[in-house]
């Protein structure tokens, strides 16, 4: 039987009567799943401002009671500011979903950190499962990259440089051209030194990510590819040249010519 809405039909000697619709079948969700997702990105400290966060359990097998859900949102890698016991939740379709949907006073400046915990039914009835964390900036504004300390360096990658800017604190993810840069180091609220990762050449888009937001520069840094040298040490007629696969990268230190 596919999923959806039937007819139930119940016939006896007096006739049959039909409730149109009446039974639900239910394909069962192939992956547990257990989320904490809030109804905005940024919002605004200010009387009767709320942030919604809905809290979504997802089990494989139908349960009678929901799990043991707990919200946690705390401010800035402190403390928490909210922190309590939701209760199960509601379901709708026979025990596989459960939902809380709750309401949060906007009392607090800075990146929220949102994110939700529970044990029970589908679950380890032991172990406490979290979600992944959701970010809401209150009253902060995204980051911004104002330059770079190096902005050309060789496709192969290694070029260290220093990104200046603003609301770069606990940066989650750094792209050139695409391509992610798995090194980062000296990160504070004005500044991230990061590795450049090999690239193909020409200029890239450089994308830095924070919990305030993504901020993108066009054109940041210029890959340069390798220069292949052909060169005759025997002189410029004199027959076949020794070398012919020296190469050398501009504006890397310089390059001294191998003597055969």
Do not use: H
Not at 1 to 24: I, K, P, R
Request: aromatic share 10%.
């Amino acid at each position: 039987m596919s999923a959806g809405a039937v007819d139930v039909v119940v016939t006896n000697a007096a006739g049959s009567a039909t409730s149109a619709n009446g039974f639900t079948y239910i394909v069962p969700p192939a992956a547990r799943s257990w989320t904490a997702v809030p109804n905005v990105t940024s919002a605004s400290v200010g009387a009767g401002n709320t942030i919604t966060v809905t809290f979504t359990a997802v089990c494989t097998t139908p349960q009678t009671y929901g799990p043991s859900m707990y919200d946690l949102i705390y401010v800035n890698n402190g403390s928490w500011i909210y922190n309590s016991y939701m209760g199960s939740g509601n379901t709708t379709d026979g025990g596989y979903t459960w939902v809380i949907t709750k309401n949060y006073a906007v009392n607090t400046p800075g990146v929220w950190k949102v994110v939700g915990y529970e044990r029970g039914a589908c679950w380890d009835n032991y172990n406490f499962t979290y979600s992944a964390t959701s970010y809401v900036n209150v009253d902060v504004s995204g980051p911004t990259i104002t330059s770079l300390s190096t902005t050309s360096g060789p496709t192969a990658g290694g070029t260290s440089t220093t990104v200046s800017g603003t609301n770069l604190s606990g940066i989650t993810g750094i792209t050139l051209g695409g391509v992610a840069a798995t090194v980062w180091s000296s990160n504070t609220s004005s500044s991230v030194t990061f590795i450049t990762p090999a690239g193909t050449a020409g200029a890239k888009n450089l994308v830095i990510t924070a919990p305030s937001g993504s901020v993108t520069s066009n054109n940041a840094f210029t890959y340069v590819a390798p220069v292949a040298i052909t060169y005759n040490t025997n002189g410029a007629n004199s027959g076949t040249p020794s070398r012919t696969s020296d190469s050398y990268t501009p504006n890397t230190g310089g390059y001294s010519l191998p003597v055969s």
